[in-house]
Nanobody, 121 residues
Framework: QVQLVESGGGLVQPGGSLRLSCAAS????????MGWYRQAPGKQRELVAS???????NYADSVKGRFTISRDNAKNTVFLQINSLKPEDTAVYYC???????????????WGQGTQVTVSS
């Protein structure tokens, strides 16, 4: 079985910063693309940033220049550095990973449980 566990969310003032982490564990052979999504109240879940195994990144226009995604392949972990936070960044942030397991070499997409980010003065 595979698990993704996020950490690092919290309450921060506008202009502040946070660093989110997501660690994958379990019967993992290889992790391909990893990403961060967010879902604000009453809105659909949206892609924030993604990163390939080789390190190529992609960002939503709304976060370019403020958010930075990175990963540590040796530790099966993806990070999201969030700077210059705005109230509209308030949401539950979910990590996502496309993982190949040892068992039958099957690949599936996995989600973390989410971590709340609240930006408010």
């Amino acid at each position: 079985q595979v698990q993704l566990v996020e950490s690092g969310g919290g309450l921060v003032q506008p202009g502040g910063s946070l660093r989110l982490s997501c660690a994958a564990s379990g019967s993992i052979l290889r992790i391909y693309d990893m990403g961060w999504y967010r879902q604000a109240p009453g809105k659909q879940r949206e892609l924030v940033a993604s990163i390939t195994r080789g390190g190529s990144t992609n960002y939503a226009d709304s976060v370019k220049g403020r958010f930075t995604i990175s990963r540590d392949n040796a530790k099966n972990t993806v990070f999201l550095q969030i700077n210059s936070l705005k109230p509209e960044d308030t949401a539950v942030y979910y990590c996502n990973a496309f993982i190949q397991q040892f068992i039958y070499l099957q690949t599936s997409t996995y989600w973390g449980q989410g971590t709340q980010v609240t930006v408010s003065s």
